[in-house]
């Protein structure tokens, strides 16, 4: 327990700094790390991936408080969005947690490794979303904030990823889409963590200090770090050539895409 209380220190110190600085969220780096511990650790096979996004979920509330404060302090976050999204996230974000209990541990790791590879490919490329033509409807809100909920919640990630380049191609300016999805993470990691909570009460072979799925040493220990080098990373990206270095984490991603076929 202590080992991976410290290694999660250093892994909140690295998430966040790099959440800050390229704009991601910090599941992107939280589950594959987790999952390559948890199995060092000799967390049973099939509870190692489920326990990582479980618990990357759960960091994320956290952070999200955090940045969603710092983007209404701008008066970046277009509150009527938010409201139009929530509900289908919320309710996306708790099948998700179901979905992946029932899936097995390789199942919801292959889904990870492809994640990580599209990311890899984006940021390797420099994606940018572009704007449509027309604002979306709220049914059309309901539809794709459910389905990102559920994605989001399976894979233990803020949902910035997916939910960005949606509101931009319905006209929405990047930095209101941005400010949108950090408040967005809140309800995702909110609904995702209480279904992983519940939903693993009863699990068999838990190591000791899991709350459910959330395994709670790593919680705290990423927690302690994040919030502030998340802070710091934004302030890098100013400073530092982010698009550049994109390309770097890029080949990151897909190193680490690469080990997680054998954990």
Sequence with gaps: MITIFLVSI???????????????????????????????????????????????????????ISSVLAHHRLNSVLWPKVKNLAPGILIGAGIGAVVAEQITGNILRYVFIVYLLIVGVQMAIQFKPKPGREPSSKALDFGASTII???SSLLGIGGGTLIVPFLVHFQTPIRNAVAVASACGLPIAFAGSIGY????????QLPAWSLGYIYLPSFFG???TS???????AKLAHKLPAEKLKRYFSLLLFVMATKLLWV
């Design 10 to 64: 250093l892994l909140g110190t690295v998430s966040g700094l790099i959440a800050g600085l390229f704009g991601v969220g910090g599941g992107l780096i939280i589950v594959p790390i987790l999952a390559v511990v948890f199995a060092a650790q000799g967390f049973p096979a099939d509870l190692v991936m489920i326990m990582s996004v479980a618990t990357s979920l759960a960091t994320i509330i956290l952070t999200s």
């Design 149 to 151: 909920g559920l994605f």
């Design 227 to 233: 919030t502030y080098t998340a802070m710091l990373g």
């Design 197 to 204: 909570a519940l939903l693993g009460k009863d699990a068999l």
């Design 222 to 224: 990423i927690v302690l």
